[in-house]
């Protein structure tokens, strides 16, 4: 499929001001980060920029701080780690308003190959509505714009994409393209036999993306508390296990357009229960595997049991595409993360190509140390999701066609 935009190999912005709008949405404790894989996969993208001579002012939101200066939630941290693992001073401009007297004064100082790192621009309330006003002193700063946040390109906001409209230029980066070239030729032009796997909580969540997958896809492997309403939509007892009555007629639905395309459509053959959910989350928990038939009316199901592992693991062996989203059981307590441990394990296995889709399952794989054995671990989430169900992305959209 390939990707009809300009690209940061389209342009060159020797001596020119060039604003970038990076995902440095990472997990902080303390103060710290703790997760900084989204500002390593952002390096090349600026080290391009670095190496043609431009003036790079880099710009990115971090959690929700709700339109105004929230100290915690300052950019500043992300600074400090970017000036070292850059090997250069990324400074940062200090502003409670993002482009206020400061940031401005900052950027009038750079030279070319410089960068610095404007505030958290989420201090500012128009930045999620996509404001006019935020959005044009964005693009004041600058001749060109560049677009590698995919982690945020499933929304519509000043600093993604109402900023385009204010200048001249705008293209997206290295992040940005690599994202969309695995997810896009992943579902668009896969190698087969494709196999999708989905978990997580629930169905509603998923709607669109097991419609969407169920027919790109070979096989649709479902886990997870969403199996549970496939489960009963088959007229199964599910016990206590998580349920969405009301998208049993879906679930229906899907089942019926799986057969109807001749796809293969996987659900637990065995469950892992138990008597509750465990509270706290990673408390030690009693637990036994049943047959998906056989789960009692007092029992909830909170992984995928051992003979369906197996199944899943088998499915994976034999494809040579693979996109997986959510996890397959609660990961989070280490009695039941056997099911997502043995996906991520057959993943990890394959010659296929692999792709996560971000969220609970990147953190998943990369806790279990399988993330480089991975062809493709997305930074987005939610927006790798809204791809999967096969949405134009705004952030993508924004930027100028080839
Ligand atoms: P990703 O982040 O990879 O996109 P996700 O965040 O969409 O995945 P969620 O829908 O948020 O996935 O679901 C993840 C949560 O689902 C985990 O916290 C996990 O504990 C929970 N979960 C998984 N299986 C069950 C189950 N059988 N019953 C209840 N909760 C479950």
């Not at 044009?136 to 385009?164: I, M, P, Y």
């Not at 357009?257 to 465990?278: N, R, Y």
Request: proline content about 4%.
């Amino acid at each position: 499929m390939g990707l009809n935009k300009k690209s940061v190999d389209d342009i060159n912005v020797k001596g020119q001001k060039v604003l970038v709008r990076c995902d440095f949405n990472v997990p902080l404790k303390d103060g710290k980060i703790t997760d900084e894989n989204r500002l390593v996969a952002a390096l090349p993208t600026i080290k391009k920029l670095i190496n043609d001579g431009g003036k790079i002012i880099l710009c990115s939101h971090l959690g929700k701080p709700k339109g105004e200066p929230k100290p915690e939630l300052s950019l500043a941290p992300v600074a400090a780690r970017l000036s070292e693992l850059l090997g250069q001073e990324v400074k940062f401009a200090a502003d409670p308003e993002v482009v206020g007297p400061n940031a401005k004064a900052a950027v009038e100082a750079m030279k070319d190959g410089d960068v610095i790192l404007l505030e958290n621009t989420r201090y500012r309330a128009e930045e999620t509505k996509n404001g006019e006003a935020f959005s044009k002193e964005l693009a004041s700063l600058a001749d060109v714009f560049v677009n590698d946040a995919f982690g945020t390109a499933h929304r519509a906001h000043c600093s993604n994409v109402g900023v385009t409209e204010y200048v001249k230029t705008s293209v997206v980066g290295y992040l940005m393209q690599k994202e969309i070239d695995f997810l896009g030729n992943a579902v668009e032009n896969p190698v087969r036999p494709f196999v999708a796997i989905l978990g997580g909580a629930k169905v509603a969540d998923k709607l669109n993306v097991i419609s969407n997958l169920l027919e790109k896809c070979d096989t649709l492997i479902i886990g997870g508390g969403m199996a549970y309403t496939f489960l009963k939509a088959k007229g199964l007892e599910v016990g206590t296990s998580l349920v969405d009555d009301e998208k049993i007629n879906y679930c229906k639905e899907m089942m019926a357009k799986a057969e109807k395309l001749g796809k293969t459509m996987l659900l637990p053959v065995d469950t892992t229960i138990a008597a509750s959910f465990p509270d706290p989350i990673d408390a030690p928990i009693e637990v036994s595997v049943v047959s998906s038939d056989a789960i009692p009316a007092d029992r909830m199901g909170l992984d995928i049991g051992t003979e369906t592992a197996k199944l899943y693991a088998d499915a994976v062996k034999s494809a040579k595409t693979v996109v997986w989203n959510g996890p397959m059981g609660v990961f989070e307590n280490p009695i039941l993360a056997k099911g997502t441990i043995a996906v991520a394990k057959s993943l990890a296995e394959t010659d296929a190509t692999t792709i996560i889709g971000g969220g609970d399952s990147a953190a998943a794989v990369n806790q279990l140390g399988f993330g480089d054995k991975m062809s493709h671990i997305s930074t987005g989430g939610g927006a790798s999701l809204e791809f999967l169900e096969g949405k134009e992305l705004p952030g993508v959209a924004a930027a100028n066609d080839k």
